[in-house]
């Protein structure tokens, strides 16, 4: 069994900092994408940033410049460092994961954490 377990939600105020951290756990070998979406109420769940097997990274335009991802290989850990919190970026953070192949060398297409609530207000 694959999980992903997120945690670094919480209350911030508006310009302050938040660390998110997902970790995968189970049979893993590899995983080849790891990535950050959220949801807002009322809204679509989007991309805020990925980190790719090669080690390129996307993140989503209202986010550049504030946010930085990075990734732990060996522990299967991603990380969503938040700088200058807005109240926009309040939202449902999930964590996921793409390609990961399991120790039977089976790969599981996408897995999905259970989110963490962040709330930037003063």
């Known amino acids: 069994q694959v999980q992903l377990v997120e945690s670094g939600g919480g209350l911030v105020q508006p310009g302050g900092s938040l660390r998110l951290s997902c970790a995968a756990s189970?049979?893993?070998?590899?995983?080849?994408?790891m990535g950050w979406y959220r949801e807002a109420p009322g809204k679509e769940r989007e991309l805020v940033a990925a980190?790719?097997?090669?080690?390129?990274?996307n993140y989503a335009d209202s986010v550049k410049g504030r946010f930085t991802i990075s990734r732990d290989y060996a522990k299967n850990t991603v990380y969503l460092q938040m700088n200058s919190l807005k109240p926009e970026d309040t939202a449902v953070y999930y964590c996921?994961?793409?390609?990961?192949?399991?120790?039977?060398?089976?790969?599981?297409?996408?897995?999905w954490g259970q989110g963490t609530l962040v709330t930037v207000s003063s």
């Open positions: 996921n994961a793409d390609g990961v192949w399991a120790s039977s060398w089976q790969v599981i297409p996408r897995v």
């Open positions: 189970g049979s893993i070998r590899s995983i080849n994408a």
């Open positions: 980190s790719l097997s090669g080690g390129s990274t």
